[in-house]
């Protein structure tokens, strides 16, 4: 048994002060009859839940992929900065998403949301090894030694040891890297410590999962084949 507003609100009707509006005003039903009391007690999956003739359904695990652009930073809220929740269309302002890590404001690429706690946390988690993959466009040109020092995992210049991780010189001045964790500006000052300012920086891939043509600054659900992909 849970609460009508919470049922509701769950149910992306919107949050739990809109949803008392949306009782009051008489547009919900529950089993044919009007009901105004948000603090109802309804059984899901059981009470057929209506609000103005739609059927609800309750908790739905949410996924969303997003082509981050620069200029926006990864959190919930900030006083200063347009954070990357405004680039969420309406609809999916209701679903209670949070991001999956972080981009920096300056990055660009791939960037996930979800409602699921556990999910989000299996993602983050450095234990579950999930490789993200960088483009990054950089001062200097990665050597070979370069690429020695990161697959032996490299010690950054205030003295944090990160993971072992791959280093690809594409060409000058541009690398592909891959991390399976998630430090503070990882993959900035792992490129620092090896003189290669970075000047341009794109998450392209996590796990199995790339943008697949999501223009920058959109945002969709992931299909049935990559929420597949995604659980461990
Ligand atoms: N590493 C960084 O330095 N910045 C990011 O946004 C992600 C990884």
Request: hydrophobic share 35%; charged share 30%.
């Amino acid at each position: 048994m849970e609460r009508l507003d919470k049922f509701l609100s769950d149910s992306g009707a919107g949050t739990r002060s809109q949803v008392k509006l949306l009782l009051k005003a008489g547009r919900v039903s529950v089993d044919g009859k009007p009901e105004k009391d948000p603090g109802k007690k309804i059984e899901p999956g059981k009470n057929l839940v209506f609000l103005d003739g739609a059927p609800m359904g309750g908790y739905q695990r949410r996924v969303v992929i997003m082509n981050k652009p620069a200029g926006f930073v990864t959190a919930t809220e900030d006083s200063v900065e347009k954070t990357v929740m405004e680039l969420l269309p309406e609809q999916m302002r209701h679903w209670d998403l949070k991001p999956v890590g972080r981009l920096d404001k300056q990055t660009e690429g791939l960037l996930l949301f979800t409602n699921d706690g556990d999910l989000l946390h299996r993602l983050i988690s450095p234990k579950k090894e999930v490789p993200k993959i960088y483009y990054a466009r950089h001062e200097g040109t990665a050597s070979p030694e370069d690429v020695q020092s990161f697959a032996a995992g490299l010690t950054l210049r205030d003295g944090t040891e990160c993971l072992p991780a791959l280093l690809e010189p594409i060409g000058p001045g541009e690398s592909r890297v891959t991390v399976r964790e998630g430090k503070y500006h990882q993959v900035r000052r792992m490129m620092a410590s090896r003189n290669m300012t970075v000047l341009y920086l794109e998450r392209i891939q996590e796990g199995n999962l790339t943008l697949s043509g999501l223009p920058r600054g959109q945002v969709r659900e992931l299909t049935e084949k990559e929420l597949l992909s995604i659980e461990p």
